[in-house]
């Protein structure tokens, strides 16, 4: 039986694309195998050569203890995200900086940028090069927080709060160290500063209700405004409400909303800003994920008030979620904030309108 001599021809070329193919399959298994997990580290010992935006991005995490690597591409930049996400799952991996485990827990946290913190690495660097004086803008304390998401979103407030404040030459962030430093003595050697006591008194279902208690806020700074060569000052308490604190409860011995505002009511009322942290004003900024509990809680300060210039409310639905990717925005300055009985206020321009 004859063979045709073309079939003999095309056999060796068939071998080659085979063999090409197979290559193919076990390099792209082989890269599969090698690629490195989001969850866990995995040192390759490569030496990693330290440059300034490095040493940025170590600075902004020491300011704000966690941020999302889209948040911290905006501030240190780079003209490729991709290329920075793997800058930082390189420093990452060789233990400069660490993506905290609580982030693990949220169904949606593959699909979204992940969230970093100094790493013992990274703070070596800072101290060596002496670095030590940065400040941090939050006032969360170390070690891991049961609260992540909250916490996240209280550094996700301070970080657009700072982007627009540093595109703004006209405007100054003053951190809550500076407002410290400034406090009476009494209150700078207190064991929590910032717990500011308060007495409450409220009627609920017929009966009048008090309690002694204190309000923490969930962070606190100032803003200080230049114009026509003037300097003029806000302060400010805020309050990251992603709508787990009940509006409302029976009683004023359990945290709600409620006993939140007649806390902060009592410090305006009294003027407890000036004699406990030395400052002289203070608004109330509210920061809610979900409008309609935005809306509740203003009902209830209007019920409670009959309105007040000193509460200041916004949702920003993103900020600390695992739903959806945040962006840094300066929107959250720039945009008005809604006030119950007065018209919105943005707290970007320094303004005469009387706070009480």
Known sequence: MAIRRDIWQRIPEHSERVHANISSVQASVMQNLLRRSR??????????????????IF??????????????????????????????????????????SQQWQFANCRYLPAVYENGEGARRVLRER???????????????????????????????IDIAVRSDPNLRFI????????????????????????SITHTLGGNVLRVDA??????????????????????????????????????????SYMRKILGYRDIIARQIHKS??????????????????????????????????AFLFKTMGALGSFDQAPTLTPQILLDSWLRVGFPPLCIAAPSADNVK
């Open 175 to 198: 951190p809550w160290q500076e407002i410290l430093a400034k406090a009476p003595e009494k209150t700078r050697k207190g064991d929590n500063p910032f717990q500011i006591p308060v």
């Open 130 to 160: 002496g670095m030590v004086d940065i400040e941090p803008r939050t006032l969360l304390a170390q070690g891991a927080h049961r609260q992540f998401a909250h916490s996240l979103m209280i550094c996700e407030i301070l970080a657009c």
């Open 276 to 309: 406990h942290l030395g400052i002289p004003n203070l608004l109330v900024l509210t920061v809610t994920t979900n409008e309609r509990h935005m809306a509740e809680i203003m009902k209830l300060l209007s019920e409670l008030t009959d309105g007040s210039a």
């Open 39 to 56: 969850m866990h580290r995995t040192r390759t010992g490569k030496r990693i050569e330290l440059t300034p935006r490095d040493i940025e």
């Open 59 to 100: 600075r902004n995490l020491e300011l704000y203890r966690y941020l999302r690597s889209t948040f911290i591409h905006t501030f240190v930049g780079g003209a490729s995200e991709t290329r920075f996400k793997e800058r930082l799952g390189d420093l990452f991996h060789e233990g400069y900086i660490d993506r905290p």
């Open 214 to 255: 204190s309000v923490i806020p969930d962070g606190i700074f100032g803003l200080e405004y230049t114009a026509d060569r003037k300097k003029t000052y806000r302060f400010f308490a805020f309050e990251a409400d992603r709508a787990t604190m009940p509006v409302v409860r029976s009683n004023l011995n359990q945290t």
